[in-house]
């Protein structure tokens, strides 16, 4: 199991950044890859961004692509969403999650293939 300590939320306006990040504990050893959900009230919890074990593959929800970097540091142990461009429909609990194991690229977009989760970090996107 690893465990996830997420940071950086709060309260931005429309078109302002923030940066997230993902301290990692535990299992990590195997570089496992590393990905962000988010859940607004109401609405499943959506897939965000995924980065491969080694960083060298980045995945993205449409909704964010060219908006959203993820990035990881495995010396740090670290992983960190910068969000640019910031809308009012980003508002949402975003969660970092770690892979059960490597993934085929058509699976990073999938919760079930992630087993450890952290508690999540408000995201507030005031218009």
């Known amino acids: 199991q690893v465990q996830l300590v997420e940071s950086g939320g709060g309260l931005v306006q429309a078109g302002g950044s923030l940066r997230l990040s993902c301290a990692a504990s535990?299992?990590?050893?195997?570089?496992?890859?590393m990905g962000w959900f988010r859940q607004a009230p109401g609405v499943e919890r959506e897939f965000v961004a995924a980065?491969?074990?080694?960083?060298?593959?980045?995945y993205y929800a449409d909704s964010v692509k060219g908006r959203f970097t993820i990035s990881r540091d495995n010396n740090k142990n670290t992983v960190y969403l910068q969000m640019n461009s910031l809308k009012p429909e980003d508002t949402a609990v975003y969660y970092c999650a770690a892979a059960k194991a490597r993934l085929g690229s058509a699976s990073y977009q999938s919760s079930t293939e992630y087993d450890s989760w952290g508690q999540g970090t408000q995201v507030t996107v005031s218009s």
């Open positions: 980065v491969s074990w080694n960083g060298g593959s980045t």
């Open positions: 535990g299992r990590t050893g195997g570089k496992i890859p």
